[in-house]
């Protein structure tokens, strides 16, 4: 059995991953292949009651490192229970944010670095890295208004202050630049129709390549 292909998505706030992600499934799908698509924190029953907390702003500020370990103990359930499985099982995974958004937001954000995650990412998922990670890049204002315009209630990342999202994203643009193997950035503040042509021309090309 081929093992699947792990495609992640990811970026700042506002960015426009929940379209993409649905934009990678439709051509895959296209193609034949099996999908399964999930998210993080969260993806399982127990991962979705990390992510409440995490996301809660009734939770208030949590030690940075706390934060981290939790985002990996909800990734461990989603590793194990859905995405290895399904990998194993020949289909790809699409998931809505992975191991590069604790490298962003506590390792770049919170001013963890990198160190600490690769550490987790060594324990908690050893072998396991996206074959490619789209990262939906859009100036923290643009994001945050998109936010507001959607009219829902920020969350407790969301409501952090923008310094805070200006680290997350040059850590996001860092990481692509050291590792453009594996990274496309996409300029999300273009119209939906050029995202949605950029985000096909970048899955186009790893298809080429893994083929
Ligand atoms: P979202 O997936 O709806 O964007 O919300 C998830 C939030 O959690 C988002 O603000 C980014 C944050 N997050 C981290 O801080 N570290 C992580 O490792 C992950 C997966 C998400």
Same mark, same amino acid.
């Given at each position: 059995?081929?093992?699947?292909? %792990?495609?992640?998505?990811?970026?700042? !706030?506002?960015?426009?991953? @929940?379209?993409?992600?649905?934009?990678? &499934?439709?051509?895959?799908? &296209?193609?034949?292949?099996?999908?399964? @698509?999930?998210? !993080?924190?969260?993806?399982?029953?127990?991962?979705?009651?990390?992510?409440?907390?995490?996301?809660?702003?009734?939770?208030?500020?949590?030690?940075?490192?706390?934060?981290?370990?939790?985002?990996?103990?909800? &990734?461990?359930?989603?590793?194990?229970?859905?995405?290895?499985?399904?990998?194993?099982?020949?289909?790809?995974?699409?998931?809505?944010? %992975?191991?590069?958004?604790?490298?962003?937001?506590?390792?770049?954000?919170?001013?963890?670095? @990198?160190?600490?995650?690769?550490?987790?990412? !060594?324990?908690?998922?050893?072998?396991?890295?996206? *074959?490619?990670?789209?990262?939906?890049?859009?100036?923290?204002?643009?994001?945050?208004? &998109?936010?507001?315009?959607?009219? *829902?209630?920020?969350?407790?990342?969301?409501?952090?202050?923008?310094?805070?999202?200006?680290?997350?994203?040059?850590?996001?643009?860092?990481?692509?630049?050291?590792?453009?193997?594996?990274?496309?950035?996409?300029?999300? @503040?273009?119209?939906?129709?050029?995202?949605?042509?950029?985000?096909?021309?970048?899955?186009?090309?790893?298809?080429?390549?893994?083929?």
């Amino acid at each position: 059995m081929t093992r699947g292909r %792990f495609i992640t998505l990811e970026g700042g !706030e506002g960015a426009g991953k @929940t379209t993409a992600l649905a934009i990678v &499934r439709e051509e895959l799908e &296209r193609r034949g292949r099996r999908v399964r @698509t999930t998210r !993080e924190p969260g993806g399982t029953p127990a991962a979705e009651k990390i992510r409440a907390l995490l996301l809660d702003p009734d939770t208030g500020a949590l030690d940075p490192m706390t934060e981290l370990l939790l985002m990996f103990a909800a &990734r461990r359930e989603n590793v194990t229970d859905a995405i290895l499985p399904a990998l194993e099982g020949g289909d790809d995974v699409i998931c809505d944010r %992975f191991t590069e958004a604790s490298h962003a937001y506590q390792g770049g954000g919170r001013g963890l670095g @990198t160190a600490p995650v690769d550490a987790l990412s !060594e324990l908690v998922h050893p072998g396991l890295e996206p *074959d490619l990670v789209l990262v939906l890049d859009v100036p923290v204002d643009v994001g945050l208004a &998109r936010i507001r315009a959607r009219g *829902d209630a920020p969350d407790r990342f969301e409501s952090d202050r923008s310094e805070f999202l200006e680290r997350v994203r040059a850590a996001y643009l860092e990481r692509a630049a050291n590792h453009p193997d594996r990274f496309v950035v996409i300029d999300a @503040t273009r119209s939906p129709d050029e995202v949605a042509d950029a985000v096909r021309a970048a899955l186009r090309r790893a298809l080429d390549r893994w083929s």
